[in-house]
């Protein structure tokens, strides 16, 4: 037998569970699988072999979206204070308050609820050429 020995089912469920946890907070496989010491490969198994966290493992994905959503909304409608120093020759001259709004997730967050209203839109024209040979009728070859 090579590497690690098995883990019988307490550990395996304590596993799943840290590995869920930490996936619903960050949406991250990589750094979900490093934080709860579990290896990607067996986090696929488990989601090809287990129905039941594969179905935890989707709802925890969901979780991630809506908060990062949320984030994306805070940033977007209530910005995000900073300060700053300006100086002059070396020296500090004054301090400014300032909240940053995002424009881009407001036009993202825009898009997703009213796509019909704020999508990007083609209007793509097409002109259809036919060409026509001696002797052969058009509508005979279309």
């Known amino acids: 037998m090579r590497g690690k020995p098995r883990k019988n089912h307490e550990q ?6 840290a ?9 991250n496989i990589s750094f979900a699988c490093e934080a709860s010491n579990v290896g990607r490969t067996t986090v696929y198994k488990w ?3 287990d129905a039941e966290f594969s179905a935890a493992f989707k709802l925890a994905g969901e979780a991630a979206t809506e908060r990062l959503e949320r ?3 805070r940033r977007a409608t209530e910005g995000s204070p900073y300060t700053r120093t300006s ?7 004054g301090t400014d308050h300032k909240v940053e709004y995002s ?3 407001m036009m993202l967050l ?8 704020y999508r990007e839109k083609l209007d793509v024209a097409v002109n259809q050429v036919i060409k026509t040979v001696a002797g052969v009728d058009p509508a005979s070859v279309l």
């Open 12 to 17: 395996s469920e304590r596993a799943k569970h």
């Open 19 to 27: 590995f869920l946890d930490c996936y619903k907070q960050w949406a």
């Open 47 to 49: 989601l090809e072999h």
């Open 71 to 73: 984030e994306a909304w």
């Open 87 to 93: 100086y002059y020759r070396g020296e500090p001259v």
């Open 103 to 105: 424009d881009q997730l």
């Open 110 to 117: 825009l898009r997703a609820r009213r796509p019909d209203l």
